[in-house]
């Protein structure tokens, strides 16, 4: 099997277990290689995750390290999250319990789950693929903002408020959450609209179908930014069309044993 590793580079503590555990499972007869970057503070010759060819990607770090690991990736590689983060949903294995559940997940076929994504598009320009969600956001505090949502051409709401969450069960769990959306177990594949700060109370999250194509247009002068999975934005103005769909391509993540509710049982109730 051969296994890529990617963690944090920004402290001593990821990068020595990254080192430590490409000499584990080299043991374990397995072809380890180092993300660029890593491999650079390791002292080795690296790969590109954007080409990676490999059966699994290591991810050591929080959310955010898988999301820019599966960000990176041109074609989908299996992932198995490392938690070194804080809550850690997209993470399935902590430090402590490493030595004895990787090996055993390594010892048979692995299971693996699809997770949906979305595609998104900003006045016909491609802006990539998001896992957790797309965020259209106020540029400037304290300013609001005008939406018209539309979905498969036809108008569902329009409304006021500082921005707009469109997100995955994956991340129904992320910023969509603590923005009054509900938890959505990541089997149902589904679009969810959640409303930041909406002006009138009656303004209300929706749970779409995932089939559905989703157009929001802003009717305000404002400046807003669009942002992926909290990892890239674009800077959007009045008039901006944002189109969403389903990914061709899902992302692939190990079942590492537990359930989703068991996940969120671990992680929301004990933070």
Known sequence: MKICIVSKIDSKEP???AQSLGWALSDLGCTVVYEES??????Y????LKNL???LLLVLGGDGSVLRAVRMMSSQVPVLGINQGHVGFLTDLERDTLDTCLPELLSSPLKIDSRMRLSITCNGRDCGSALNEAVIVTARPAKILEFNVSV???IIDSFRSDGLIISTPTGSTAYAMSAGGPIVDPAVEAMLLVPMSPYMLSSRPYLLNSD????VTLSSDKTALLVLDGQDQYEI???AEIII???ESPALFVDAGRTFFEKVEQKLRQH
């Open 152 to 154: 498969n051409g036809k």
């Open 53 to 55: 060819e490999a059966d």
């Open 237 to 239: 103005g009045k008039s």
């Open 38 to 43: 890593v491999a650079a503070e390791l002292g």
């Open 245 to 247: 769909r389903k990914a």
């Open 15 to 17: 990068l020595e277990l």
């Open 212 to 215: 559905a194509e989703v157009t």
């Open 45 to 48: 010759e690296g790969v590109s």
